[in-house]
């Protein structure tokens, strides 16, 4: 799987205007948790590359990318977790989950 890095304040704006267009993913992964491993893990196996036709995936390493991380939660007025999914439609979080609740089958059901 091909994902996106998120890995600036800028990105978040064309986050929130590609989301007009098309569902946005934003994993938020902490690369010292076994259980955000696992969910990343997880979610990747089971991702399907045609699955980029109707959702934009990022990913977030929250250690290297902070100050990002941060912004995202205030941005889209979510408490922050991680391991963490985000999907962004029309600017606004309109579903998220976190730790072992993150659910390939679950997300694509919000799109």
């Not at 994993?27 to 399907?48: E, G, P, V, Y």
């Not at 929250?62 to 029309?90: G, I, M």
């Not at 579903?95 to 390939?104: E, K, Q, R, V």
Request: overall charge negative; charged content about 30%; some cysteine.
């Amino acid at each position: 799987m091909n994902w996106e890095k998120l890995e600036s304040l800028a990105q978040l704006e064309e986050i929130k205007k590609e989301s007009h267009d098309k569902s946005v993913l934003i994993f938020k992964h902490s690369t010292t948790c076994s259980i955000s491993s696992m969910a990343w893990d997880r979610l990747n196996r089971n991702w399907k590359e045609e699955d980029t036709i109707n959702i934009k995936p990022y990913y977030l390493d929250l250690h290297s990318y902070r100050e990002v991380s941060n912004k995202v939660a205030e941005e889209f007025d979510v408490v922050h977790q991680s391991p963490q999914v985000l999907l962004v439609q029309k600017g606004e979080v309109k579903y998220a989950n976190s730790h072992m609740g993150i659910n390939y089958k679950e997300i694509l059901s919000k799109v």
